[in-house]
């Protein structure tokens, strides 16, 4: 996209700054992902910000998974989500990073602590630590271990790394000030004990450092120069800025804050979406639906797509929620230069044109010059571009006497300013083709109509109609060329809460007295009508897709062959987004 004005957000201004000062030559910058699930579209923000500055700058920027919690993490989450960095068109520099690489310097750096009088061994249970911090006019209390000696704290953290403890009987706390007035200054605890596997470094360890400690400590071993996160860390940046001080890094990294981001019917937790996996809400982390990279690869948003959006949204450190049709406009603009045509019919009624064989044999005597097309065994096969701009090649189209034409372009009572066919205007132009003439419809018991009966004016292959106007184009497919399809229609797959009905919220409740919060979170938020599978009838082109080609389906929507299911005998295809734009 080539209208967007040049970025100038406060990271980059402060980068931009801080190398013009000399204050570094150059910069580097990381993405660090806990890997315990997959990557969502907040985490896009993310990784086109870091690793954005960081192509912009000529620096580099490290992809570290920051894993210290084995619990909650696993390999596949780990593969999936270097497979989505590279997917969206990132390069990390040199290998990956994990944090558990570093667990011995981690823990070399706590025994420092501790011999410095930074940190000491809490014997409490986790509830009292948590009540003795205080907050909220509660004032705090210090654990009695806070002021024993060093060498029984030293012997104390080597009794919890050789396991002589059980999970929950002792911590490590930085020794800091228990009255401070950010509560996360309040001796936060760095190590923990948990006797589980980890998916890196197996049972080598059965203490593991918290966050708040591994991260900053990590960053400033990897001499990153701009440590970039969201809002929510803010106040976590003293306890950062002491930690690296403490520990004494020549270059200390900085803590860069801004605002995550939120759109609306979207998901951005990674905890609520493991929800919807394990709930069988949707078939995997890459269901279309999901807001998760893998989820919008295989509902055919374009990576390109993606970093587009990302650009125009910018980066401040103000909240708020981004309207999701501005994703849809993204989206849409790259498959609009991109995304080849096609015909399909989502809803098929069937036309059978009368003088489909007196007329089609005209068709050589036309102007060659507007029309390309062979008559080949009473199949008019017509050429077309697969893309009116691009240059990617033609296809060929077959026609033939009976076609499929969407129920929705005929009406036997037209409602006002309807401009396709019924008996009043019994006359339109089939795309790509000749003008055709509805002459009869046919109905069932129901009075629905099941069939029309047409003729085509031999004359306007390539040409205008003679002594009248024809308004309107609709699409179409042979009925005995096409080939059936399953096509996905989508809707969002959550509701906002404005869009929930008190009833709705009460009856999921009473159905389901024992789930939790979260349970009952997912099971009235998601909506019902999120897709709608129907069998559609596609151009022969389309069917022969490879999984993930995008199309635009014209007058429909754009569409991607699913990458999992299609087959060129068994077409699938996703909706990827509708046509036009509601965004302004
Ligand atoms: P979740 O709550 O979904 O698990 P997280 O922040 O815990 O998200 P991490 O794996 O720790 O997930 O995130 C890696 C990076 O992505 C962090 O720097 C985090 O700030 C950033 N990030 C996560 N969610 C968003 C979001 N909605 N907008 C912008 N950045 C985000
Ligand atoms: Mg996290």
Redesign the pocket.
């Known amino acids: 996209m080539t209208d967007l004005p040049e970025k100038n957000d406060f990271i980059r201004q402060i980068i931009r700054d801080d190398l013009a000062s000399g204050k570094h030559d150059s910069i580097l910058t990381r993405?660090?992902?806990?890997p315990?699930?997959y990557l969502?579209i907040?985490?896009v923000?993310?990784i086109c910000l870091n690793f954005g500055v960081a192509q912009e700058f000529n620096g580099a920027c490290n992809l570290r998974f920051?894993d210290t919690n084995p619990i909650a993490e696993n390999q596949d989450y780990v593969d999936s989500i270097k497979a989505d960095v590279a997917w969206l068109g990132f390069d990390w520099a040199a290998e990956v990073r994990y944090t558990s690489h570093y667990f011995d310097k981690l823990y070399q750096w706590a025994v420092k602590l501790i011999k410095q009088g930074d940190a000491y061994v809490d014997l409490q249970t986790p509830d009292e630590i948590r009540e003795h911090r205080g907050g909220f006019g509660k004032p705090s209390v210090e654990s009695p271990q806070r002021n024993v000696s060093i060498d029984e704290n030293l012997s104390r953290f080597d009794d919890m790394k050789n396991g002589k403890y059980k999970e929950g009987e002792a911590v490590l706390r930085a020794k800091i000030d228990m009255n401070h007035t950010n509560i996360n200054m309040r001796d936060p605890v760095i190590y923990r004990i948990m006797h589980a596997n980890h998916h890196q470094t197996g049972d080598t360890w059965c203490i593991y450092p918290m966050y708040d400690y591994a991260h900053p400590l990590s960053d400033a071993h990897e001499g990153i120069t701009h440590s970039i996160?969201?809002l929510e860390f803010e106040d976590h940046r003293p306890f950062y800025d002491w930690l690296v001080e403490k520990v004494g890094f020549d270059v200390p990294p900085r803590q860069y804050e801004f605002s995550?981001?939120?759109i609306d019917h979207t998901l951005?937790?990674?905890?609520k979406l493991k929800r919807l996996v394990d709930m069988g809400v949707v078939s995997g982390w890459d269901d279309p639906r999901m807001p998760t990279i893998a989820g919008m690869r295989r509902r055919g948003y374009p990576a390109e797509g993606l970093r587009d959006f990302c650009e125009r949204i910018g980066v401040s450190k103000a909240d708020g929620v981004v309207d999701f049709r501005q994703l849809e406009f993204s989206i849409r603009s790259v498959l609009e230069n991109t995304a080849n045509r096609g015909m399909a019919v989502l809803n098929p009624l069937k036309v059978t044109i009368k003088n489909f064989d007196e007329a089609v044999v005209d068709f050589e005597k036309l102007k060659k010059d507007t029309v390309k097309a062979r008559l080949d065994d009473g199949v008019l096969w017509l050429t077309q571009p697969k893309h009116p701009q691009a240059d990617h090649g033609e296809r060929e189209i077959p026609f033939t006497r009976t076609i499929y034409i969407d129920k929705s372009d005929f009406k036997i009572t037209p409602p006002n300013g309807y401009k396709r066919l019924s008996p009043q205007n019994p006359e339109i132009r089939l795309r790509n083709s000749y003008v055709l003439k509805v002459e009869e419809y046919i109905t069932d018991d129901a009075g629905e109509v099941v069939e029309l009966i047409a003729s085509i004016d031999p004359k306007t292959l390539g040409n205008n109609p003679e002594g009248r106007k024809v308004k309107g184009v609709i699409h179409w497919v042979s009925a005995s060329h096409g080939v059936p399809a399953t096509v996905r229609l989508y809707e969002h797959l959550l509701l906002e809460d404005d869009e929930i009905s008190d009833e709705h919220f009460a009856s999921i409740k009473t159905a389901n007295p024992d789930a939790d919060d979260d349970a009952l979170w997912v099971l009235t938020h998601v909506n019902p009508n999120s897709i709608k599978v129907i069998n559609a009838i596609v151009e022969p082109s389309l069917a022969q897709a490879q999984g993930d080609d995008k199309f635009q389906f014209e007058r429909e929507s754009y569409f991607v062959a699913d990458s999992v299911e299609h087959s060129t005998d068994k077409p699938v295809f996703n909706q990827i987004v509708g046509l036009k734009d509601g965004f302004k």
């Open positions: 993405f660090p992902p806990e315990n699930g969502h907040g985490h923000k993310s920051d996160c969201t995550r981001l939120n951005t937790s990674k905890r």
